[in-house]
């Protein structure tokens, strides 16, 4: 057996154990879904008390006393109606009943407890070596917002003891890294209900924000493309053009207005469209490439927003790009060298690729989609990118390709696409003289390189542990006076880095030097200045680093040179 086939049924059958500790644990539990899923598995109760983390460790060792009985995993079969006498006072299994196929139902049973599923299992509960429940959370029940809310536990199951101690220190270390908590420890942003999903940007949260995106402007500088600014409000029959009222409006949000229904925007492509509209295009006018950082609202639901990656207000370094068929290839080249460019800046490594074809729901005939899907695919073979399909995934008006990074903890993430799409152009006529003086469509193509801004800066934060680089930490240096009479010396020091576009505080509170430096460190600031009597004297400083370094005594040009030289060169 493959490991991880292997992982997938110790992690189901770990699901069942606790399952059954629970039902002992809480007799009226009732019992909804336990699936086992990436790294571990869960399980969703109904309970008549909210569970502590007290409760999880007495039902895990009631769990180690059905593994240690070595109960034999045994599956049968029985007719929807003796299911339902079974779990006559289960409700949520009664609904799962009605929903299965067939006349006859599975069933699992182990020691004393049965549970319908269709497995599969490992033999016996003995082989559940390395199992550890994890947490707490709530879950509405088929995760919709108006069912019943639920208590779901989260736990692990491995292999061997030692796979168990690794995953739990990757999930300390993930723990450690969150962004939500980082977020206001290092008073970069934080979220209100009232303003659901929609984040604050701090002082300093907006400094890292603001420079991500003038990074970006410079690529686009660089590579030709034109900002636009374009409006956040329109009417719902510029949605039902585009295609979005019909495949995406449960993701919107909109609104009456003087008897008008209008729709906040969710993406820029229709408005850029319209501004491809405004004028006639000649071939020679092609590429055309409009980036837009506007702000972007989604009705993301309320079970699956978290933090910054999944928000329902956020801007991206979108851009569509108008161009000839027989552009597609150059300006995909063009967009990687961007993309590269930028990840390898950010400190990601390898980045993998996936062709996402036609999803179920989608806009344009099946002919539309055989020829994009084929002129996608060419153009990465033409490149010579190595990929993998993702059927489905696609985008309703085309397929795309979609660029993962792993962060420093080896977690994938998506963060650039590059969508082709024939259907908008058709939808709203759009066109360019060629040179033969006829008119012919252009094709989008719909790019990001880091995606949601809010996105990438969570997944920034956690793949830095906060500890941004010296061009974009929202305080690059700290000037700590030893003692009061050195707070002038200090205040010079600053002013002199300040002068130079550097982003400096002065720590002149009443505290000892090491306290001072301590809360710089926490604050992952990437230089501390300390300033004494000597340092007074020779106009320099002592340089401390935020891992703990110590670089003695520059002088404060030198020290503005290293810190300048860091900032060019994006360290």
């Known amino acids: 057996m493959e490991r991880e086939e292997l992982l997938h049924r110790l992690r189901h059958s770990a699901s069942h154990v606790m399952a059954e500790a629970v039902v002992s644990y809480v007799p009226y ?55 339902r006498e079974r779990f006559a006072d289960q409700p949520y299994k009664l609904e799962i009943i009605e929903g299965i196929e067939g006349d006859t139902v599975s069933l699992y049973t182990h020691g004393p407890f049965t549970d319908l599923c269709e497995g599969p299992h490992v033999a016996s509960t003995g082989e559940l070596k390395a199992v550890r429940l994890l947490s707490l959370a709530g879950a509405y029940w088929r995760g919709d917002e108006h069912r019943p809310m639920l208590q779901r536990i989260y736990g692990t199951a491995w292999d061997t003891q030692e796979a168990l101690d690794a995953y739990v220190q990757r999930r300390f ?11 206001r420890e290092l008073d970069l942003f934080f979220l209100n209900p009232i303003a659901p999903a929609s984040p604050f940007f701090l002082p300093k949260g907006a400094i890292v924000y603001n420079l991500l995106v003038e990074y970006v402007r410079g690529l686009y500088r660089q590579h030709g493309y034109q900002e636009v600014i374009t409006p956040q409000l329109f009417d719902a029959e510029l949605w039902r053009l585009s295609g979005h009222y019909d495949n995406y409006k449960e993701n919107m949000f909109f609104l009456q207005v003087e008897e008008r229904e209008m729709g906040l925007k969710p993406m820029n492509c229709p408005s850029h469209a319209l501004m491809y509209a405004a004028d006639i295009r000649s071939y020679r006018d092609l590429p055309i490439r409009y980036a837009d950082f506007g702000r972007l609202h989604r009705n993301e639901r309320s079970g699956v927003v978290h ?41 990601f490594g390898e980045v993998k690729v996936y062709l996402s074809l036609r999803p179920d729901k989608r806009v344009g005939s099946d002919e539309v989609w055989e020829r994009a899907e084929a002129t996608l695919e060419a153009v990465l073979e033409a490149l010579g990118l190595p990929y993998s399909r993702a059927l489905g995934e696609g985008a309703f008006y085309g397929p795309k390709v979609d660029f993962n990074v792993e962060d420093a903890l080896g977690r994938e993430w998506q ?12 939808r709203f006529e759009l066109d360019y003289i060629t040179d033969e003086g006829r008119a012919a469509r252009p094709v989008i193509i719909h790019r990001a390189m880091l995606g949601s801004l809010e996105r990438f800066l969570g997944i920034l934060i956690e793949h830095t542990a906060g500890a941004f680089p010296v061009w974009l930490a929202p305080v690059q240096a700290v000037v700590i006076p030893i003692a009061d009479r050195h707070n002038d010396y200090g205040q010079r020091v600053a002013a002199q880095l ?8 002065v720590d002149d509170r009443k505290e000892r030097m090491q306290a001072k430096i301590r809360q710089a460190q926490l604050q992952k600031v990437p230089y501390m200045a300390v300033v004494g009597d000597r340092e007074a004297q020779e106009q320099s400083v002592s340089l401390r680093l935020r891992d703990g370094g110590n670089r003695g005594d520059l002088s404060i040009d030198a020290f503005i040179a290293e810190v300048r030289q860091a900032v060019q060169e994006h360290r």
């Open 173 to 183: 270390e993930a723990e450690r890294r969150d962004h939500r908590r980082l977020g």
């Open 498 to 505: 300040k002068e130079s576009g550097f982003r400096v505080h």
């Open 415 to 426: 963060l650039g696409t590059a969508q082709l799409d024939f259907s908008l152009p058709e």
């Open 29 to 83: 539990a009732k019992l909804a879904i336990g699936p086992p899923i990436e790294g571990g598995f869960y399980y969703d109760f109904g309970l008549p008390f909210p569970l502590s983390p007290d409760d999880l460790e007495s039902i895990e060792r009631m769990m180690a006393d059905s593994i240690a009985a070595d109960h034999p995993f045994v599956q049968t079969f029985v007719s929807k109606d003796e299911a």
């Open 307 to 347: 933090g910054l990656t999944r928000v329902r207000s956020l801007s991206q370094d979108d851009a569509h790009i108008f161009c000839r068929p027989d552009q597609i290839q150059d300006e995909m080249r063009g967009f990687l060298e961007m993309l590269n460019e930028a990840y390898r800046l950010f400190g």
